[in-house]
């Protein structure tokens, strides 16, 4: 089984400084990940996902996100953030292949929250 | 915009009762997912349809059920509702009913309240 933790339930930022938000995973079996953000009364949106190649990844918004995979570790990251960037973001993993790649394990969230 | 579509927006019900809830998947999209996202929580994987079966289930109990019709559009039952039922139920449509599912679009969801 795969598990998500995201190190932090909350992170306040001043608006236009940089923000790294933690993501770790557990998986004894290949997984892809991915980020999604959340906004007030909306669905999920995807922020990006890596799948293999580059373990920097570039996404909508200006988020990027680096895979690790000695530390099992996603962050992501934004260098100047807006107020438009409030908002849940979740990290999330799916097998790549075998059994149950179908489902999305999701962290719990961790909550931005610009400032101005 | 995502294409895919859930309805109703916002629901409320009283325990014991039963609900429907409804998604339209993108067009093209062969596959639907739902999920549950309690408050508070990221989304749990409920159950997967695939051109009108089953294709995974998650650890929810068999008074979750669902149905996906031939032009892929989904609908998610709940029985017996409990209070712990309240939540966001989200829809996920994608293309890709085999292999790894990378490619998941979600709907806006349906907020459940039940009292």
Do not use: M
């Amino acid at each position: 089984a795969q598990s998500v933790t995201q190190l932090d339930s909350q992170v306040p930022v001043f608006e236009e400084a940089p923000v790294e938000l933690r993501c770790n995973y557990s998986s004894s079996v290949s997984v892809y990940l991915f980020w999604y953000v959340q906004y007030p009364n909306q669905g999920l949106q995807l922020l990006l996902k890596y799948l293999s190649g580059s373990t920097l990844v570039k996404g909508i918004n200006g988020f990027e996100a680096e895979f690790n995979k000695s530390q099992t570790s996603f962050h992501l990251r934004k260098p100047s953030v807006h107020i438009s960037d409030t908002a849940e973001y979740f990290c999330a993993v799916i097998r790549s292949s075998g059994g149950s790649n179908y489902k999305l394990t999701f962290g719990k969230g961790t909550l931005l929250t610009v400032n101005p | 915009e995502t294409g895919v579509t859930q309805s109703p927006t916002h629901l409320i019900k009283t325990r014991g009762q039963q609900v429907t809830l409804r998604c339209s998947s993108q067009s093209g999209h062969n596959t639907v997912s739902w999920y549950q996202q309690a408050l508070g929580q990221g989304p749990q994987f409920i159950f997967q349809y695939y051109r009108e079966e089953e294709n995974g289930r998650g650890n929810f109990p068999p008074r979750f059920s669902g149905l996906q019709f031939p032009n892929y559009s989904s609908e998610l039952n709940v029985n017996a509702l409990e209070l712990d039922d309240s939540a966001l139920y989200l829809c996920a449509s994608s293309h890709n009913g085999q292999g790894a599912n990378t490619e998941a679009f979600f709907g806006q969801g349906t907020r459940l309240t039940v009292v």
